[in-house]
């Protein structure tokens, strides 16, 4: 009986350490989802009395997470650890890192970012244009530069990506910063970047856990004019339009008259052999309250712009009292 209950014993006590093993390692996972004490907050402000915000280096792999108040290990840091960061990049990849801004005190109104150039011991610098926040802005859908205002709220934490473009920098330390200005007080994080080792495929877009990805937010692949490989540049032949796995004859009033399809019925594979999908031409009609039907009588049909992936085509159709202009 004895030996029964020290087994029970003995089982419970290693499920106890197990069970408090996998909260250690679930909190050591998860450091960034763990908050701050007010005891630990107050420790931590004591030591910058001066200041308005606070502002934490994070490397790209620590997501900063939290926006309501400030994880519990960043009130461990000392002021260096605060005011510098230093980062470990390959040759040729999109580098990315975050700084975090907390508004403890009121709150902040049009956040601005500075960039320094970075510069390594021999004096050769890297432009400080290579260096992007994705949170003030960049290129839309369109291709057009945008910015943002970045306000924050007191109480909470924004979290600025930041980007680095190195694709044409050589090997080596580089020193710069990066500034933060809110509410007419300029803050400092000193950059120490570290590249060295093999080239970076692709810019590191290869391994998403690298978050170089971020980058395509400002691309402009895809807003020419020109086509995606694989696919075939739109032909015209008369007034007949080729596009890939589709012929659309234009008809003298500006509108369809034709529309054939060369797709299989899965959509996966081309056939020989067409499809009519439009048989009767378009037609706009116009009709009064009496019933009569206007006829518009087309003028000269005129392809204005041809390229790779796009065609234009005018026409204006006349009456003695409508005209309709079809583009």
């Not at 763990?34 to 792999?61: H, N, T, W």
């Not at 007949?240 to 529309?259: E, M, Q, Y």
């Amino acid at each position: 009986m004895e030996q029964s209950n020290f087994n029970k014993t003995g089982l419970l006590t290693l499920t106890i350490i197990w069970l408090a093993l996998a909260g250690w390692a679930q909190d050591k996972k998860n450091t960034m989802q763990i908050y701050a004490s007010e005891m630990e907050q107050e420790a931590l402000l004591a030591k910058f009395p001066d200041r308005g915000f606070l502002l934490f280096p994070e490397v790209r792999e620590q997501s900063i997470q939290l926006r309501d108040g400030i994880p519990s290990v960043w009130t461990r840091r000392d002021r260096s650890q605060m005011e510098t960061i230093e980062l470990n990049a390959q040759p040729g990849e999109y580098f990315v890192f975050q700084i975090g801004v907390w508004a403890f005190k009121n709150d902040l109104e049009d956040v601005q970012i500075e960039f320094s150039n970075l510069i390594d011991r021999s004096g050769y610098s890297y432009a400080a244009g290579k260096m992007t926040c994705f949170n003030k802005g960049g290129i839309d859908f369109r291709g057009n530069s945008f910015s943002k205002e970045i306000n924050v709220r007191q109480g909470r934490v924004q979290a600025l990506w930041i980007g680095i473009d190195l694709k044409d920098i050589k090997e080596g330390n580089y020193t710069g910063s990066v500034s933060i200005i809110a509410n007419g007080e300029k803050q400092f994080v000193s950059l120490l970047l570290n590249i060295a080792g093999e080239p970076v495929l692709n810019h590191g877009y290869n391994e998403g856990r690298q978050l170089s990805r971020l980058s395509w937010l400002n691309s402009t692949v895809g807003i020419n004019e020109e086509i995606t490989k694989g696919f075939t540049n739109i032909s015209l032949e008369e007034n007949t339009i080729s596009i890939f796995g589709r012929t659309l004859k234009v008809a003298a009033n500006g509108l369809p008259a034709s529309i054939t399809s060369y797709f299989s019925h899965s959509n996966q594979s081309l056939v020989e052999t067409g499809e009519s999908i439009v048989d009767n031409p378009f037609r706009f009609i116009i009709e009064k309250k009496n019933g009569e039907i206007v006829s518009l009588v087309p003028g000269k049909l005129i392809f204005v712009e041809n390229t790779p992936s796009k065609l234009v085509w005018r026409v204006m159709n006349t009456s003695a009292e409508f005209d309709l202009e079809c583009t």
